[in-house]
């Protein structure tokens, strides 16, 4: 199965344009067999998920959370307690509650950051090294997720390198999300999953158990 995990809809993300009622149709017309929508500002409610659900595109739910060391895909974890900035705090709940936990985009801004922009997960560490080899062992909780986002589509192709060469190094799971905020480059990175989840429980499970990979499909991420 073919998953956008990190899209942004208007129902939670001001930034977006992205209307949720137009989510299922477009994802289907990229080609996408589902999409999980992680919201800055919060998990779907189960009507809002209902009100747009249809036949043809599944639709799984997830957030989108800004923590210390950068930006995280929480799926499938119930409430948000005081503290989950914290990336040890979050993930021990997340063990307690059986959530999955991605990485997002972690080392965006890392090569070649823009003016007045730098990446939050190795700036927190001072860490400025582009030998992989020396982040994946100086960035010991990456350990804590359960995947990397190593292709994101909203990231340039050498941050998404990076990310992949280290989740290589690692040894763990990656996956794939266009971080679309329209429906602009909806699908542009995806996330092969085993099997045929058929609810966001059955994701979470597919995720801790990593069998996900993820994979760009087009050449129009920026380099
Ligand atoms: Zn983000
Ligand atoms: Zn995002």
């Known amino acids: 199965m073919l998953i956008d995990l990190h899209v942004h809809t208007t129902l939670g993300s001001t930034d977006s344009n992205l209307r949720p009622e137009a989510l299922a149709r477009e994802a289907a017309r990229a080609g996408l067999d589902a999409v999980c929508v992680t919201e800055h500002s919060g998990t779907w409610t189960d009507s809002q998920l209902e009100e747009v659900t249809n036949d043809s595109v599944k639709i799984f739910r997830g957030r989108e959370i800004e923590t210390e060391m950068g930006h995280v895909l929480a799926i499938g974890m119930p409430g948000f307690p005081n503290g989950m900035h914290k990336i040890k705090q979050l993930a021990k709940y997340c063990e307690e509650t059986g959530a999955a936990l991605v990485a997002a985009h972690p080392f965006r801004h890392h090569m070649n950051p823009p003016a007045g922009q730098s990446c939050l997960l190795t700036r927190s560490r001072n860490l400025f090294s582009t030998d992989p080899t020396v982040l994946a062992s100086e960035l010991p909780d990456l350990s804590l997720f359960h995947a990397i986002e190593a292709y ?46 058929r609810s966001t429980d059955e994701l979470v499970d597919v995720i801790r158990a990593g069998a996900v990979v993820g994979m760009a499909r087009n050449s129009e991420t920026p380099s």
């Open 152 to 197: 994101n589509g909203a990231n340039t192709s050498v941050d998404n390198g990076i990310a992949a060469q280290v989740s290589e190094i690692l040894g763990m799971p990656t996956t794939g999300g266009s971080d679309a905020h329209s429906i602009e480059g909806l699908g542009s990175c995806v996330t092969q999953v085993d099997g045929d989840p």
